[in-house]
């Protein structure tokens, strides 16, 4: 099992940027693909962005494609996700998450083993 903290949620108003980190502890981090996914009020977690344990792959959802970028240090056992151009729509509960295998992939809810806490981003308009 894995522990996941985040951190770097927080009010911004919209075309701002935040950048949200998530420190992770407790296995071979580089082995795991990780994601990112949101949680808005009233709605369904949604898959936002996942990152290969590699680093080498990539993946968005439409609606944050261009806007967002996933990324990780495996030196720092550290995932990030850089968020421009925010939007209201964006306002969102924020969870990392690992994956289930070593070396497996990250598309949505099912491939995850551990989750983050959460944190929360709101966007003003």
């Known amino acids: 099992q894995v522990q996941l903290v985040e951190s770097g949620g927080g009010l911004v108003q919209a075309g701002g940027s935040l950048r949200l980190s998530c420190a992770a502890s407790?296995?071979?981090?580089?082995?795991?693909?990780m994601g990112w996914f949101r949680q808005a009020p009233g709605k369904e977690r949604e898959f936002v962005a996942a990152?290969?344990?590699?680093?080498?792959?990539?993946y968005y959802a439409d609606s944050v494609k261009g806007r967002f970028t996933v990324s990780r240090d495996n030196a720092k056992n550290t995932v990030y996700l850089q968020m421009n151009s925010l939007k209201p729509e964006d306002t969102a509960v924020y969870y990392c998450?690992?994956?289930?295998?070593?070396?497996?992939?990250?598309?949505?809810?099912?491939?995850?083993?551990?989750w983050g806490q959460g944190t929360q981003v709101t966007v003003s308009s």
């Open positions: 998450a690992a994956g289930r295998r070593s070396r497996g992939v990250v598309t949505g809810s099912a491939d995850i083993g551990s």
């Open positions: 990152i290969s344990w590699s680093g080498g792959n990539t």
């Open positions: 407790g296995r071979t981090f580089s082995s795991y693909a």
